[in-house]
């Protein structure tokens, strides 16, 4: 048996043509909503509010008065206004790697053995966006990379811990959304 300790080579996606099927994968194992398509003329706030209807975890909006406090935007301008910050290009592939991968509720304990995919996905779409695309974010819950102190989000979500990643850009449209219970 030959064991290395050494870390794996990064994996190159390329201009793989599998791409949507890696990120598929990827999110399927850690739990993420995905969605890469065309551009279809939507802003951050609309595609990100489309892609998390069907899934249960924007507010449940009560009809009548109740006891709960609902978080999370209520319609896709409060959603556009909670992507406010504007991932700079040399940040997005480690920003779209973390969203994908890391735990929001459990900050310690390192990202695993999947970040290299994670890098090797976060670089291919960022490839594919191209270098003027439009990237947010909601905050700092999953890329806390230089960060002092805390890592502050505005929630896109019900959940108590939420991370979003939607970028526009070449014609096509990338939404990664982590959310967390604790």
């Excluded at 064991?3 to 599998?18: A, I, T, V």
């Excluded at 951050?44 to 507010?59: A, E, I, R």
């Excluded at 003027?132 to 230089?146: F, I, L, Q, T």
């Amino acid at each position: 048996m030959n064991l290395s300790f050494e870390p794996p080579p990064p994996y190159d996606l390329g201009p793989d043509p599998d791409l949507g099927m890696w990120l598929a994968e990827l999110a399927g194992e850690y739990d993420r909503i995905v969605h890469l398509g065309p551009d279809d003329g939507r802003n951050h706030g609309q595609l990100c509010w489309d892609v998390l209807t069907p899934t249960g975890l924007l507010p449940n909006l009560c009809r009548r008065r109740c006891k709960h406090r609902h978080s999370g935007p209520r319609n896709p301008q409060q959603m556009e206004s909670a992507l406010r910050l504007r991932i700079p290009p040399h940040e997005v592939s480690p920003w779209i790697a973390a969203t994908l991968i890391r735990n929001l509720v459990y900050t310690s304990g390192g990202d695993g053995s999947m970040r290299p995919v994670a890098d090797a996905i976060g670089d291919a779409l960022a490839a594919l966006l191209g270098p003027d695309a439009d990237w947010r974010a909601n905050g700092y819950a999953a890329y806390r990379e230089g960060r002092p102190g805390g890592c502050g989000w505005s929630p896109v979500t019900a959940a108590t811990f939420d991370a979003a990643v939607v970028g526009i850009g070449d014609g096509h449209a990338v939404v990664v959304v982590a959310d967390g219970e604790d």
